[in-house]
C-alpha cells in the first residue's frame, strides 16, 4: 500500500538514492555527477523554508519517491508559480505511484496559495513523465530545442503547466 507523507531528515538517503540512478543513466535531469546526501539535505531545507511541499512516497516502509515545488523564478512576482520535481525509483515506475504522488502534491502546493504549477522535462523523449502531466491536466507549452548536453548528445525540455486553486480567476491574497 502506497503512503504518502511530508518528507523527514532521515528520508534523504533514500531520495539521494533515487535521484542518484537518473544522473548517472537518464537524460530526465542535466546534473552529470551526482549530489551528496548533504547537498540533497541542503536542498530540501531550501524548499522547507519557503513554506513549499516536499514528500515523499513509501511503499512497506521504504522509500519509492519524492516530490516537491520550489520557485519557478526567484523574481518575487513569480511567487504564486512553482517548478514541480518528482522522482520514482526506477522499478516503481508505471505503476500509478507516480500520479498519487503527484496529485498529492498539486493538493498541497494549492493548501500553500500556489497558483501556477510548472513541469520542466527533461528530454522530450521523456514519454513516461510527459503521459504523467498530461494525466494530471497539465497542457504543452513549449519545447526548448537543445538545450542541455548530456552524453554527447543534444537534449531538449518540455514545459508543461497546471492552474491549481483559482489560478488566474483571481487575485491572490
Not at 519557478?72 to 500520479?99: A, H, N, Q, W
Not at 513523465?129 to 548536453?149: D, E, N, Q, T, Y
Request: hydrophobic share 40%.
Amino acid at each position: 500500500m502506497l503512503t504518502i507523507r511530508p518528507s523527514r531528515e532521515d528520508d534523504i538517503p533514500a531520495i539521494t538514492a533515487i535521484y542518484s540512478y537518473y544522473v548517472l543513466y537518464s537524460t530526465y535531469t542535466f546534473e552529470t555527477i551526482p549530489p551528496t546526501i548533504d547537498e540533497m539535505a541542503n536542498r530540501r531545507a531550501d524548499v522547507l523554508k519557503s513554506n513549499m511541499p516536499y514528500l515523499v512516497a513509501e511503499v512497506a516502509d521504504s522509500i519509492i519517491g519524492y516530490a516537491y515545488c520550489s520557485w519557478f523564478k526567484p523574481r518575487v512576482g513569480y511567487r504564486f508559480s512553482m517548478e514541480l520535481t518528482i522522482y520514482l525509483d526506477k522499478d516503481m515506475c508505471g505503476k500509478g505511484y507516480g500520479r498519487q504522488l503527484l496529485n498529492a502534491l498539486l493538493h498541497e502546493a494549492e493548501l500553500v496559495g500556489v497558483r501556477k504549477m510548472i513541469a520542466c522535462i527533461g528530454d522530450s523523449t521523456n514519454e513516461g513523465s510527459i503521459r504523467l502531466h498530461r494525466a494530471a491536466g497539465f497542457s504543452h507549452v513549449g519545447i526548448m530545442k537543445s538545450c542541455g548536453w548530456k552524453f554527447n548528445r543534444w537534449i531538449d525540455v518540455i514545459f508543461m503547466e497546471k492552474s491549481i486553486g483559482d489560478g488566474d480567476t483571481t487575485a491572490p491574497e
